[in-house]
């Protein structure tokens, strides 16, 4: 689960970081429909952890996450793949998507690590949680920069698909759990 984290949070600073410079740079778009255009992630991200949440007590955390993370690189994946005269409406569908993959994700992971914990070591299961946000977003944002220093102006693009494939490694490393578990 704290695996599953790290990637499912790399994924996102690549995308936070980089899909601004995206927007700007690639779609030319301005920075006020820059705003505008992140706002679709968290809004469907907000709608989905409660649904979430109640579907991962009837379902496995590893299933849950691995369909989560599998959407966000999809989602990933379209973004990077928009073309330079996109529309706003494709564009906001791929931020949704992306929006809807990690709060699929999101609500279960977090159950299964905090569960996995006796409630005496609660502290520490939520220390994990953050450590893993934390490395994995500071990861993500590492690898924009570099992206642009591999790619220049197409480095948005690069660290776009870098996302869908950290996302990607993500949904395989959850769906692990489901055969593991089974073994």
């Known amino acids: 689960s704290i695996c599953t984290a790290v990637a499912a949070f790399c994924t996102q600073g ?10 700007e740079t690639v779609l030319h778009r301005n920075p006020v429909q820059t705003g505008f255009l992140m706002a679709p992630w968290a809004v469907v991200v907000a709608a989905a952890a409660p649904v979430a949440g109640r579907l991962s007590d009837s379902h496995a955390p590893g299933l849950m996450g691995g369909v989560g993370l599998a959407i966000l690189s999809a989602g990933m994946a379209a973004l ?12 906001v569908a791929g931020m949704a998507v992306c ?3 990690f ?11 905090m569960s996995a914990a006796p409630a005496e070591r609660a502290g520490g299961a939520s220390g994990m949680v953050a450590m893993a946000r934390l490395h994995g977003q500071a990861l993500g944002a590492a690898l924009v920069a570099l992206c642009f220093g591999i790619a220049g102006s197409q ?6 698909w870098l996302g869908a494939g950290f996302a990607a490694l993500g949904a395989c490393t959850s769906a692990a759990r ?3 578990k089974a073994a």
């Open 14 to 23: 690549l995308a936070f970081v980089g899909l601004p410079f995206f927007f």
């Open 80 to 91: 990077a793949l928009l073309p330079g005269d996109a529309s706003a409406l494709r564009i």
């Open 99 to 101: 929006g809807a993959g």
């Open 103 to 113: 709060g699929l994700f999101q609500s279960p992971n977090l159950k299964a690590i």
């Open 155 to 160: 480095g948005p693009v690069l660290a776009l």
């Open 178 to 180: 489901l055969w593991i």
